[in-house]
Nanobody
């Protein structure tokens, strides 16, 4: 079982930046893929960005050029750097670990005001 603890959410104005962190309870290189998803009120949860064990990254089209996913193996932590934030980025952001089974963090709120 994988436990994921997220941090770094908050409220910013449009154009601002935030960095989310997700610390896993085991070595992240033992996890097939880790990613960030988000869910806005009334909408389905959607992929934001993901990184494979081999380091290959994938982004939602709406975040390309603004968001960057990265990891620190020594800290078992995956990050999501979010720049040029827009009001439509407002959502609860969830960390995900795919180890055959999928595990989720508790979520962290990101609010972007115009």
């Amino acid at each position: 079982q994988v436990q994921l603890v997220e941090s770094g959410g908050g409220s910013v104005q449009a154009g601002g930046s935030l960095r989310l962190s997700c610390t896993a309870s085991l070595i992240i290189f033992s996890i097939n893929q880790m990613g960030w998803y988000r869910q806005a009120p009334g909408k389905e949860r959607e992929l934001v960005a993901q990184i494979t064990r081999g380091g290959i990254t994938n982004y939602a089209e709406s975040t390309v050029g603004r968001f960057t996913i990265s990891r620190d193996g020594a800290k078992n932590t995956v990050y999501l750097q979010m720049n040029s934030l827009k009001p439509e980025d407002t959502a609860v952001y969830y960390c995900n670990a795919d180890k055959g089974l999928r595990y989720w963090g508790q979520g962290t709120q990101v609010t972007v005001s115009s």
